[in-house]
């Protein structure tokens, strides 16, 4: 059974970039979300980035202007840029896909991937960032 397969993750120094991939093929032109969450052993999970099936994308406030979610269509591969990083962004990061939960009573529309409704998700891939 095809699955989601997350890689790029490593080691690097405080301030340093990694790029997140994961192979979504099993999703091609559905409408569903995909995205990334990040989970620490005991915690609850966290979401990270989120695109939905109309290109609307959402960032963690905690990091937001520090990533990037992208999607190459032709590829089917999902991305998740990660610039400037800090320790405290170290963890386990998951890809992801599931239900969206949409909010339009404001401008642009809200929506993130819903970490209570996920179809899949992949084994994740550790990122650690040292001061």
């Known amino acids: 059974q095809e699955h989601l397969a997350e890689s790029g993750g490593g080691s690097v120094q405080a301030g340093g970039s990694l790029r997140l991939s994961c192979s979504v093929s099993?999703?091609?032109?559905?409408?569903?979300?995909l995205g990334w969450f990040r989970q620490d052993p005991g915690k609850e999970r966290e979401g990270v980035a989120s695109?939905?099936?109309?290109?609307?994308?959402s960032y963690a406030d905690s990091m937001k202007d520090r990533l990037l979610i992208s999607k190459d269509n032709a590829k089917n591969v999902l991305y998740l840029q990660m610039n400037n990083l800090k320790p405290e962004d170290s963890g386990m990061y998951y890809c992801a896909a599931g239900g969206c939960h949409v909010n339009c009573t404001r401008t642009p529309c809200y929506s993130a991937l819903r970490l209570d409704a996920l179809d899949q998700w992949g084994q994740g891939t550790l990122v650690t960032v040292s001061s």
């Open positions: 695109l939905d099936m109309d290109g609307r994308i």
């Open positions: 099993k999703y091609a032109g559905r409408r569903i979300c």
